[in-house]
């Protein structure tokens, strides 16, 4: 059974970075051939995709936070991270990580529980 689980501070200043790590369990990052994902919901509207790190460490991000976000992996943690770097009030939300079979960001097969992110004006 895989487990993900998302960590990091719940309230970030706005300007400043937003750091997460997701901690794998029960399956290793670099098995061929999964996509390992962050998606929020921010308050009242619908799930957003934020980018991938697949198998082999390569980054995919959604063109309208590329700019702004990296993700990265430590395969002897068995863990991968999400900055997102000046962030404002509207990057509040939950943000999830999880597990795909495919680059389709909303077939996942495994979720965290959820982190939410508050950030302060």
Partial sequence: QVQLQESGPGLVKSSQTLSLTCTVSGGSIATPAYYWRWIRQPPGKGLEWIGDIDYSGNAYYSPSLKSRTSILRDTSKNQFTLQLNSVTPEDTGLYY???????????NDYWGQGTQVTVSS
């Fill in 97 to 107: 990580c999880a597990r795909g079979r495919s680059t389709t960001w909303n077939a």
